[in-house]
């Protein structure tokens, strides 16, 4: 059970602070602001998700650069408390549309009376957005979005907090459409993040997709939906070591190591015909979780060579390689890559010709950044970048740089070739004609490579 | 709630108004909106009232508005209703007066037609913790847990814990905590049945340190039909109460091994939820039911292991980082079950440091012959990183795998290498570790020797780096050709010198060197003694002086007390005791595991839990006796008496293994199997330990009775045995290092215990595995019918034995400890 729960603006002012159990002293917030933001323990400086001061135990999860905040002095399960941040965090976004500083404190009283629902005197109720959707009665106040992309499929796909694509979608599921009528949404994505370990020869070491189907419902009447996935999917990877690469290339069936599922799905006929049918409560969850180490065929190959130029100098080489089809393009590519900590001046050389490439060398971090807007499939691109340095290098200046790890977000593809083959909604009646905000088969795509050794 | 009044703070920025004026201004306005009827008053009713909540959360106290905001809420507005119990429920319990303003209008609601205004009044109504007005709740309540609609059962269930926590009293008298069991075995809506279990479970709790029926109900709702309920309605429950209940079904005893297998087989497919919450509670569960059949246990291991780690890889990062710690506990007690896995402990360059320190302690705990080679290849890949802390631990992790590896030839060219990188950092944490790595394999002296006389001492500013270096100095002397000569640098610079413990190492690495090299030596000996005794810190003088009259007596005896042949050390001491990591395994799925300390260490006593059983008795299998009844064990605060002993304490007693004054086995070598120091009147002080003080000799004026004879044919029933284990305080607790002999008999089971009875010491319950075993052994003295209790941990590969003897007379538990000791020390000889 908790004690307090709170909001916690990055300055540290209290947006949003519940006593359940008062059994924690008020001045909490503050204790914990400053714990946090003078953190010193173990020589790092940021704290931990979970600590503990004279006592009493803090939890906080960061969501959009606030910090959701519990306090106990039992010992309780660390999972369940952290998982209830973020639900509460999920809820609240649920009702409010967007979820920052800003719409919080517009809409205090609505997130009050979510607080009282979702915990009573510390034990948690229920965070089922759909089952509160009779307990709230305030309005939400929409904070301007005009600054957001537009809704759409295409907004999908925009850059938005890791694994959260679906932010892109800023309606609170009980505010109404400006025109009157409730408009029948329903959103699907899926998300991977792809981790690449490429040896310095090019081989791949180790490579995992941690991937998520992930559902935003606006569907009145609770329809049930059967959600179709590859028919060659199986589950776990029998006797064999998991990364045991040789037996499974060119069988073409995606293999998932492991998964797990919201509790509203029914695997009834899963084993059958690979269909999940669901009862979606509104608001954004996630269907299933799965990881895969299966060998799969990263979207991109990453080389990078460092070479001395002088006592006080080098050369950094990057080079970008798409491996998809011509026909696919990958949007908002961000490559970074830690310096050696002593390097001081870093000038860019990008390739003839480039549009829409940044590059930047972030002073406090010592890295090096190189954004891209746009790498069509199967193009290669490179940056040339010199390096000076305060101090000579001893030894190997590869092992002082890198990794290399790359974000970027590729529509209409995803590495794990894991797909929702249909969406099928059981219908009520013939005029319910929701949207369908997904093509079949489709995919966001948030992706990240890590090269754990330059090229040497 | 919003903070109030005593935490008013200034305001931090200009956008947040001081308070005052604003104020006065709004208890006006209420005022005037108070009697009116006009239409839209509603409206601006809830414009101001969310002004004084706004304040209210910002921290500027409102409580003046109070009747103001109670004259306003005569409203059906629910929205605006509900604003006011949020504002009432906050300042109630400071203005008890005005809140009994407020009852009137919450008792009008608690009968209103609409379900969601009862519940929503009651909820109030039991959140203004005043306790002079409990007497208005009872009735409200009552009706309220038998009202049709579940929402409002589900409040008023809630509404009873609270009523409890302001008038405990009150709660009992009307009997409310019988209603909830009746309402939790019989109502229909899970989340009413998951609420009365959380506030029984709370109120029994509290009430089963007066209460014995309190206590027979608290086990009561471990009995089967009970755990058989709430499991046949697993899947009605939400998420969270599935937590909840799992929790409870953790702590129950199977009758046999089918029933074991039964609710495995039902619970399987939590282990696939998306809630990491009821997968980690799941696990606790599969844990618990099987750590007596040893190959089901590790089948368990190997089911629990892929859901683990797709929640390590799922949801934010928070969330995975205390799924982490639990993954770290099982590989840390199991590492041979995942060392196929260690790629899945790679460091990715985002993570967080505690991630990472997670990973590297796996990765180190999982090595062995097959992988070492590649997880050795990574680590260093590390150590080259540009996160200093992590590049550190790498380098320790490194020293860590080759310190329990037995092919150890490519690691020492690699902590060679780090060497050679010249970072400060990197070449003081190898510099100990290879310190380490001679005490263990004297046998690479000379590759190590030659890398490490290249180092320029003055390149070395870490004291523990500079203290391992100095050791190597003094150790290898004859090897290094410039030893005299580095040695004397550093006298030299003595004064310059801020750590006792490098001071230390260097007077006795100048005598080592001495003794080897007297001509080249004789100088730089006679100045560090000299700067020793001039020395301000007491250990530094005492050791100068010491050595300064060995010399004096003579030098072939100094030379057998600075300079004995050594033995190589073969087992470093585990920094933490089995114990205490049962103990956090037992704790599964709490933060004692994110802490990595057992809840005692953070919490107080109050705070325990409501079922923070010790497993104390609970776990043992093997029993002598008939043991079913011991395992049925449920034991509170059968070691809360031990739990008494502060953090503090132990700190203070972890101190002297490093302070570095034991010189030729530097820092941890020592004895790092922190003890617990007896607690018992004789030895309340921390500091009897530290000095090195036995216990009997420390304070104990009386003297002691001279012999002790037992009862050969004593009896304790098992039940009798546990009363008594919870009841008695520790009279005597200690640290028994064991012979060879002994251990070696330890591996038929019952020799120890036939051995005992010999002594007439019986044994109750046994049980662990190799290198754990675990005994509680009874004994009674000849003539009366005073009882001893023990319970003795051996550690068969380090032969260490810790004792903790409980007694019905304490005066004599010193000498039956000697007792118990001179038995436990002919085990196994003939």
């Known amino acids: 059970m908790i004690s307090q729960f709170f909001v916690l603006s990055q300055r540290g002012d209290n947006i949003v602070f519940r006593d359940y159990r008062g059994d924690v002293q008020k001045g909490s917030a503050e204790i914990f602001f400053r714990k946090v933001k003078f953190w010193k323990e173990d020589g790092e400086e940021e704290a931990p998700p979970v600590f503990n001061v004279d006592g009493v135990n803090y939890f906080h999860v960061k969501v959009v650069g606030l910090l959701f905040v519990a306090t106990t002095r039992t010992n309780v399960s660390p999972s369940l408390v952290l998982e209830l941040l973020q639900r509460i965090a999920r809820v609240v976004k649920d009702y409010l549309g967007v979820l920052n500083e800003d719409s919080i404190r517009k809409n205090f009283v609505l997130v009050y009376e979510l607080l009282d629902e979702v915990v009573d005197f510390g034990y948690v109720q229920t965070t089922s957005t759909e089952v509160l959707k009779s307990f709230i009665f305030n309005e939400p106040i929409v904070v301007d979005v005009a600054r957001l992309p537009a809704l759409g499929p295409a907004g999908l796909f925009m850059q938005g907090t890791k694994r959260m694509p679906g932010t892109a979608v800023t309606k609170s599921v009980v505010a109404n459409e400006p025109a009157g009528r409730k408009r029948e949404e329903i959103f699907v994505d899926i998300i991977e993040k792809i981790s690449v370990t490429f040896s310095s020869s090019g081989y791949i070491l180790t490579s995992e997709i941690d991937g998520t189907i992930q559902m935003k419902s606006y569907l009145s009447g609770n329809p049930e939906i059967r959600l179709?996935?590859?028919?060659?999917?199986?589950?776990?990877?029998?006797?064999?070591?998991?990364?045991?690469?040789?037996?499974?290339?060119?069988?073409?069936?995606?293999?998932?190591?492991?998964?797990?599922?919201?509790?509203?799905v029914h695997l009834d006929s899963f084993d059958v015909d690979r269909t999940l049918s669901l009862v979606p409560p509104d608001g954004e969850f996630p269907v299933m979780n799965y990881r895969i180490t299966q060998e799969f065929k990263p979207p991109f190959r990453i080389n990078a060579l460092i070479e001395e130029a002088g006592p006080l100098k080098a050369e950094v080489i990057l080079k970008v390689r798409a491996e998809y089809a011509s026909s696919i393009n990958a949007n908002t590519i961000l490559v970074q890559m830690p310096l050696p900590t002593y390097t001081t001046r870093v000038s860019f050389e990008l390739e003839p010709g480039a549009v829409g490439q940044v590059t930047d060398f972030k002073e406090s971090n010592k890295r090096l950044e190189w954004g891209l807007k746009k790498i069509v499939g199967g193009s290669e691109h490179t940056l040339r970048a010199k390096l000076t340095f305060s101090q000579e290098s001893h030894g190997n200046i590869t092992k002082e740089a890198g990794p290399v790890s790359m974000n970027f977000t590729i529509p209409m593809y995803n590495a794990s070739r894991l797909q929702v083959k249909y969406l099928q909604i059981a219908k009520k009646s013939k005029t319910y004609n929701p949207y369908r905000w997904f093509t079949f088969g489709d995919s966001g795509n948030e992706a990240q490579l890590a090269l754990a050794s330059p090229a040497t | 709630m919003a903070p109030p009044a005593q935490s008013q703070r200034p305001s931090p920025s200009p956008s947040q108004p001081s308070g005052k004026g604003e104020v006065s201004d709004l208890k006006m306005q209420l005022r005037q909106l108070a009697g009116s009827r006009a239409p839209g008053t509603d409206d601006s009713k809830r414009d101001l009232y969310k002004k004084v909540i706004s304040y209210m959360t910002i921290g500027i106290d409102v409580s003046s508005l109070f009747s103001e905001m109670v004259m306003c809420s005569a409203t059906s507005d629910i929205v605006l209703k509900k604003m006011c119990y949020l504002y009432v429920g906050n300042y109630a319990k400071g203005n008890p007066d005005i809140a009994l303003l407020t009852i009137n209008f919450l008792q009008k609601d608690c009968k209103d037609e609409d379900p969601m205004i009862r519940g929503l009044a009651l909820r109030s109504l039991c959140s203004l913790r005043v306790a002079n007005l409990v007497e208005y709740l009872v009735g409200p309540l009552g009706l309220g847990l038998?009202?049709?609609?579940?929402?409002?059962r589900m409040v008023a269930t809630m509404g009873v814990l609270k009523l409890y926590h302001?008038?405990?009293?009150?709660?009992?008298?009307?009997?409310?905590?019988?209603?909830?069991?009746?309402l939790m075995l019989n109502d229909p809506d899970a989340q009413v049945v998951a609420n009365c279990l959380s506030a029984l479970q709370e109120i029994w709790s509290l009430e089963a340190s007066q209460s014995e029926e309190a206590s027979r109900e608290r086990e009561a709702l471990l009995s089967k039909p009970v755990i058989y309920y709430f499991l046949n309605r697993m899947k009605e429950f939400s998420e969270w109460a599935q937590c909840l209940v799992l929790e409870l079904v953790a702590k129950y005893v199977p009758s046999d091994s089918n029933e074991i297998f039964d609710m495995m087989n039902l619970l399987e497919d939590r282990l696939q939820h998306a809630n990491g919450a009821v997968v980690l509670a799941t696990i606790k569960l599969f844990l618990q039911l099987t750590l007596s059949m040893t190959d089901v246990h590790q089948q368990v291991y190997e089911?629990?292991?892929?859901?683990?780690?797709?929640?390590?890889?799922?949801?934010?990062?928070?969330?995975?980082?205390?799924?982490?710690?639990?993954?770290?506990?099982?590989?840390?007690?199991?590492?041979?079950?995942?060392?196929?896995?260690?790629?899945?402990?790679?460091?990715?360059?985002?993570?967080?440091?505690?991630?990472?320190?997670?990973?590297?302690?796996?990765?180190?705990?999982?090595?062995?012959?097959?992988?070492?080679?590649?997880?050795?290849?990574?680590?260093?890949?590390?150590?080259?990183?540009?996160?200093?802390?992590?590049?550190?631990?790498?380098?320790?992790?490194?020293?860590?795998?080759?310190?329990?590896?037995?092919?150890?030839?490519?690691?020492?060219?690699?902590?060679?290498?780090?060497?050679?990188?010249?970072?400060?950092?990197?070449?003081?944490?190898?510099?100990?570790?290879?310190?380490?790595?001679?005490?263990?394999?004297?046998?690479?002296?000379?590759?190590?020797?030659?890398?490490?006389?290249?180092?320029?001492?003055?390149?070395?500013?870490?004291?523990?780096?500079?203290?391992?270096?100095?050791?190597?100095?003094?150790?290898?002397?004859?090897?290094?050709?410039?030893?005299?000569?580095?040695?004397?640098?550093?006298?030299d610079n003595w004064d310059d010198e801020n750590s006792a413990e490098v001071r230390l190492h260097l007077l006795t690495a100048v005598m080592k060197c001495f003794l080897r090299r007297p001509p080249e030596t004789q100088k730089a000996l006679g100045a560090a003694l000299a700067a020793g005794l001039a020395d301000f810190h007491q250990d530094v003088h005492d050791r100068a002086l010491f050595y300064y009259r060995l010399l004096q007596h003579s030098v072939s005896v100094a030379e057998n007390v600075v300079n004995p042949p050594k033995q190589a050390v073969s087992v470093f001491a585990d920094t933490q005791s089995s114990e205490i990591k049962d103990r956090i395994f037992d704790e599964f799925n709490s933060l004692s595991v994110v802490y990595q300390k057992p809840s005692y260490m953070f919490t107080d006593k109050e705070h325990r839990g409501a079922f923070s059983f010790s497993e104390e008795l609970g776990n043992l299998s093997i029993g002598v006796e008939d043991s079913s009844n011991v395992v049925s064990a449920q034991i509170v605060d059968a070691s809360d008496n031990d739990l008494l002993l502060s953090t503090s304490e132990k700190e203070e007693n972890r101190g002297p293994s490093s302070n570095g004054s034991a010189y030729s086995a530097p820092s941890y070598g020592a004895s790092s199997n922190h003890q617990f120091p007896a607690h018992s009147p004789q030895s309340s002080l921390a500091i009897d330990d530290l000095l090195g003080l036995g216990l009997a000799i420390s304070s104990n004026p009386e003297p002691l009775p001279p012999s002790l004879t037992l009862n050969p044919r004593a009896v304790l029933d098992p039940s009798a045995f546990q009363q008594k284990w919870r009841q008695l305080p520790i009279s005597v607790s200690q640290d028994y290092t064991m012979n060879p002999h002994g251990v070696a008999a330890l591996t038929t089971p019952q020799s120890l215990l036939r051995h005992m009875q010999g002594h007439s010491i019986h044994c109750i319950a046994s049980g662990?595995?190799?290198?754990?075993?675990?005994?509680?052994?009874?004994?009674?003295?000849?003539?009366?019918?005073?009882?001893?209790?023990?319970?003795?941990?051996?550690?068969?590969?380090?032969?260490?034995?810790?004792?903790?003897?409980?007694?019905?007379?304490?005066?004599?538990?010193?000498?039956?400890?000697?007792?118990?000791?001179?038995?436990?020390s002919t085990l196994g000889t003939p």
């Open chain 1, 228 to 264: 179709a996935l590859n028919d060659d999917l199986s589950i776990g990877r029998g006797g064999r070591s998991i990364y045991d690469y040789s037996g499974s290339s060119g069988s073409g069936a995606v293999i998932l190591d492991d998964c797990n599922f919201h509790e509203s």
């Open chain 2, 768 to 824: 662990g595995q190799a290198p754990n075993f675990k005994y509680f052994f009874f004994a009674q003295k000849a003539e009366e019918s005073s009882t001893f209790l023990v319970e003795c941990v051996i550690n068969s590969s380090s032969c260490k034995a810790q004792l903790k003897i409980k007694a019905d007379d304490e005066s004599t538990s010193q000498a039956f400890s000697d007792l118990f000791q001179s038995a436990l």
């Open chain 2, 166 to 182: 302001i008038s405990a009293a009150t709660c009992i008298d009307a009997d409310f905590p019988a209603m909830l069991k009746h």
């Open chain 2, 303 to 491: 089911r629990i292991k892929a859901p683990l780690l797709t929640l390590v890889s799922s949801g934010s990062p928070e969330q995975s980082y205390a799924v982490l710690s639990h993954l770290h506990l099982l590989v840390m007690r199991a590492p041979m079950l995942f060392s196929s896995d260690y790629k899945h402990f790679y460091c990715q360059y985002n993570e967080s440091f505690y991630v990472k320190k997670l990973k590297l302690e796996m990765l180190t705990a999982v090595a062995n012959e097959s992988n070492t080679y590649e997880i050795v290849t990574e680590l260093c890949e590390y150590a080259a990183n540009v996160d200093i802390p992590i590049a550190r631990e790498s380098i320790r992790a490194v020293g860590k795998i080759a310190l329990q590896q037995y092919d150890v030839n490519a690691i020492v060219d690699r902590l060679l290498q780090f060497l050679e990188m010249e970072k400060d950092y990197v070449t003081a944490e190898t510099l100990v570790l290879v310190k380490d790595l001679l005490r263990k394999y004297p046998q690479w002296s000379h590759d190590c020797i030659a890398v490490v006389g290249n180092i320029s001492s003055k390149n070395v500013q870490e004291p523990k780096a500079k203290a391992a270096l100095i050791w190597m100095l003094g150790e290898y002397a004859q090897e290094m050709q410039d030893a005299p000569y580095v040695l004397e640098t550093l006298i």
């Open chain 2, 146 to 152: 038998k009202d049709g609609s579940s929402y409002v």
